[in-house]
């Protein structure tokens, strides 16, 4: 039986905001929208960073990009801060349930040791490319224009940082600190991480928002998690007894999965805007792409040696393919 | 190998530190001028970043969960207040003008303050103050979408909220806050830190959010107490990084000292005129008040400031330059500024009275100094002439404003409440106005900078506008009629009475 309780009904004057009105005509707003849209300060800034007179506050000439509307790149997740809370929290709920579920049933010590030496050779050193990672999004919300390109950029950056913490725990968990140490060597000394570790310290370096964008979040995370969390952990480990570390990468697997479809989308528009556009991604993608390749092959390269080099370049293939759909041709 | 390690439990800071700063490292294949080029130009010495101390240690799994929580209760409540119309709940439809301004002038700063906190979360070398602002960065964006979101319900009933984003970049009592956010992003991450972080999250923010949201709560605006209780804990983490940053600033070499002090004294006298608005909505906007803006200085300002400022006297930091100046100035700001508010409602997107005797003799009480002896006859005149000429008191003469903090030229000479105070600098043989010794000095320390202000009165009257009245309202969005204007003669307390009547009887 439904009940219709009743409340004074009142005609609403409005349905929303004159500049929400302007973009998706009178009608009433989604919350991502209103949270979304037109709330970056655009006319009369007042005064020219002392950091770089040659900027603006916010500055669309700091990129090669070029759009006509930046709020174009909008984000189909839709997430504003609290979706984007809720979300994580739910995903932090199963990652606390896996680990407790490997702490609890000693699961790691059931792990065969290769599979351990492997797992802590292979993820305690990332978390340092994560805190890279995290930097470079933090750089690309605090320069790039226009919130629904921007926002995303702040949430992927706490994810990076979520993801390097998920990682320091898992390393905590199978090795102590001494693990983490020994990564954090290898990360600095070892040879198979140096050029990965230069490639991360050159996208420091970069000060245009959307080549960063595609230097971190589509080039080289668009080979290494794939490589790492698919490849090696979900199929090469658990395939061998190491499950209980696919459960304490969980949330890498599935936050891939669900960011590349914003990367894509942004990609897809960005590109569709205009064939320079088109150009200059395909420029970076392709020059930043081979670099990414020839980054992550020594790591992936621990694991499977003299293999590597085909698992590498089936990524490369199957990445290609994923950038094709986009409309930027590889 | 035996791998099965003894998990030595590690004490809660060691664990924080080996989830931030531990990931960090010295960058090798590029210097680190190529990674942090904004650290050095504005003479701050820093020698071990590793000397930061964490305020809160709070790691991602954490955030994610605590933040959630808050965000679930606060839409289900704005939700609840949306559907049951909450909005016929608050005393009447004066107390939306102070809203009506906080999502002009003040949301657009949260977003802002997000921004800034993301360029200095990355610019900073310390992997720890990085995460910090970070966390911060992201709580911003958090502050600036509750409150348009618990705001929007408001839009669709009452006018004047619907150009907030216009108005944010085109009306003229905007650029005050507008103006005080910029030159905060366009200064180094250091300076950014002091005015933002710790002058505005440390020191005054409690004389905007506790009178604002005390204000929200003692006029029945369950929406704009959600998002205030809301943001009370973000708040706490925002005010001990703030006073982290300035002490680790100051511990780290002595010669930073003469530099901070300088910030302090500049950020507090451009925050004090961004709040001469909060002073007007406490002492006149709200229906029912909660304490006048004299008695929150008090309690906020001498009592928190002072006690504030006696603890950072160890690294040798005195009160700001116009501490004096200020608390002299409490007892006029508000009334000043919004005798001038009321000349000029034809051009503000929020409504304003002439004061009920109610009302002024409230403010008597409250001032008993002033208020009677400058005020009350001002407004006693405006009436007379109102009642005589059967029209609103307008001044279309516009108001020249100040270069530094864009408020109009109308607070009066230290000591002497009867003279407008007035001062100018000549720069590169143009002459700028300001409204005090405090906005003159910021400017003689950056002319450079502080000329390149858009000042909207300008504007207005140059090209395409060229004084054109009509063409600057819909230029900025505003309603003639509907937005501005009296509140005895608006719409919205029209309807709004109109609405509760409804809702509270059988007519």
């Given at each position: 039986m439904q009940i219709d309780l009743r409340t004074v009904s009142i005609q609403p004057l409005r349905n929303t905001f004159d500049h929400l009105v302007r973009r998706f005509g009178d009608k009433p707003a989604s919350r991502y929208q209103e949270g979304s849209y037109d709330i970056q300060a655009a006319e009369n800034l007042h005064y020219r960073p002392t950091?770089?007179?040659?900027?603006?506050?916010?500055?669309?000439?700091?990129?090669?990009i070029v759009m006509q509307d930046w709020y174009a790149l909008k984000d189909p997740r839709q997430f504003y801060y609290s979706t984007y809370t809720l979300a994580r929290a739910r995903q932090q709920d199963s990652m606390e349930a896996n680990f407790s579920f490997v702490e609890s049933r000693g699961l790691t010590d059931l792990l065969p040791a290769d599979l351990r030496q492997i797992a802590l050779d292979l993820l305690v050193p990332l978390r340092h490319a994560a805190w890279g990672a995290n930097q470079n999004n933090t750089f690309i919300c605090g320069y790039g224009y226009g919130t629904t390109f921007t926002q995303p950029c702040i949430y992927h950056a706490m994810d990076n940082l979520g993801i390097a913490q998920y990682l320091s725990r898992l390393g905590l968990l199978l090795g102590g600190t001494e693990a983490l140490d020994a990564g954090k060597a290898a990360w600095l000394d070892g040879e198979a991480w140096q050029p990965l570790r230069r490639y991360v310290e050159d996208c420091l370096a970069l000060r245009d928002p959307f080549e960063l964008f595609v230097a971190q979040n589509v080039a080289l995370d668009g080979l290494l998690y794939p490589l790492v969390y698919e490849r090696i952990v979900d199929e090469h480990l658990a395939g061998r007894g190491g499950s209980s570390v696919a459960m304490l990468t969980q949330f890498m697997t599935d936050w891939f999965d669900e960011t590349r479809k914003w990367v894509d989308a942004v990609l897809k528009v960005a590109a569709g805007e205009s064939e320079h556009n088109r150009a200059q991604l395909q420029e970076w993608i392709n020059a930043w792409k081979c670099r990414a390749a020839s980054a992550v092959l020594p790591v992936v390269e621990q694991v499977f040696g003299a293999e590597a080099d085909d698992l590498v370049s089936e990524q490369v293939a199957a990445f290609k393919a994923r950038i094709e759909k986009t409309g930027i041709a590889l | 190998m035996d791998m099965k390690t003894a998990n030595k439990k590690l004490s809660l800071k060691d664990k924080y530190k080996l989830f931030t700063r531990d990931l960090g490292w010295e960058p090798t294949y590029r210097t680190k001028e190529e990674v942090f080029p904004y650290v050095q130009y504005e003479g701050i010495k820093i020698h071990?970043?590793?000397?930061?101390?964490?305020p809160f240690r709070l790691t991602m799994d954490s955030y994610w969960k605590y933040q959630a929580e808050k965000e679930r209760k606060f839409y289900a409540i704005i939700d609840a207040h949306a559907q049951n119309n909450g909005?016929?709940?608050?005393?009447?439809?004066?107390?939306l003008s102070a809203l009506k301004v906080f999502l002009q002038a003040i949301s657009p700063g949260e977003y802002a303050a997000h921004k800034g906190f993301a360029r200095v979360g990355r610019e900073f070398p310390g992997v720890g103050t990085q995460v910090a602002c970070q966390m911060q960065a992201i709580d911003e964006i958090r502050h600036a979408q509750t409150q348009i979101h618990a705001l929007s319900n408001y839009n669709k009933f009452y006018?004047?909220?619907?150009g907030f984003a216009e108005h944010r970049d085109?009306?003229?009592?905007?650029s005050v806050a507008r103006s005080f956010f910029d030159d905060a992003m366009a200064a180094g991450p250091f300076e950014f830190m002091i005015a933002i972080g710790f002058s505005f999250e440390y020191v005054l923010t409690n004389l905007l959010f506790v009178p604002f949201m005390s204000g929200a709560a003692y006029n029945g605006d369950m929406a704009t107490v959600t998002f205030g209780f809301s943001a009370q804990s973000d708040e706490a983490r925002h005010m001990t990084l703030g006073l982290e940053c300035i002490k680790f600033m100051l511990e780290q070499d002595p010669d930073n000292l003469p530099i901070v002090q300088a910030w302090i004294d500049k950020w507090f006298w451009r925050g004090i005129r961004v709040l001469s608005l909060v002073s007007t909505m406490m002492?006149?906007?709200?229906?029912?008040?909660?304490?006048?803006w004299r008695e929150a200085w008090n309690i906020y300002g001498i009592e928190n400031g002072s006690a504030l400022f006696k603890d950072l006297a160890r690294y040798g930091i005195r009160a700001p330059k116009g501490w004096d100046h200020a608390e002299e100035a409490i007892d006029h700001m508000s009334h000043q500024l919004m005798l001038g508010l009321y000349q000029w409602k034809f051009g503000t997107s929020f409504h304003v009275w002439i004061p009920s005797d109610e009302d002024m003799d409230w403010l008597s009480k409250k001032y008993p100094t002033t208020f009677d002896k400058y005020y009350r006859p001002r407004w006693e005149h405006i009436k007379k002439h109102e009642a005589a000429t059967g029209a609103p008191f307008n001044n279309f003469g516009l108001p020249k404003l100040c270069q530094c903090c864009q408020l109009p030229t109308l607070f009066t000479e230290p000591g002497d409440p009867t003279l407008i105070c007035h001062r100018e600098s000549v720069y590169q043989g143009e002459r700028y106005h300001f409204c005090s010794d405090g906005c003159k000095d910021i400017f003689d320390n950056e002319p450079e900078k502080y000329i390149q202000a858009w000042l909207p009165m300008p504007g207005l009257m140059q090209d395409p506008l060229n004084g054109d009245l009509a063409g600057w309202m819909d230029w900025v969005f505003l309603k003639n009629g509907e937005d501005n204007g009296d509140y005895a003669t608006s719409q919205d307390k029209h309807n709004f009475e109109l609405w509760r009547s409804m809702a509270s009887s059988n007519q």
């Open positions: 950091w770089d007179p040659e900027q603006e506050l916010y500055d669309t000439s700091i990129t090669k | 071990d970043w590793d000397k930061w101390e964490d909005h016929l709940h608050i005393t009447d439809a004066r107390y006018n004047g909220f619907h085109r009306i003229w009592y905007t002492d006149y906007m709200l229906p029912k008040r909660v304490m006048s």
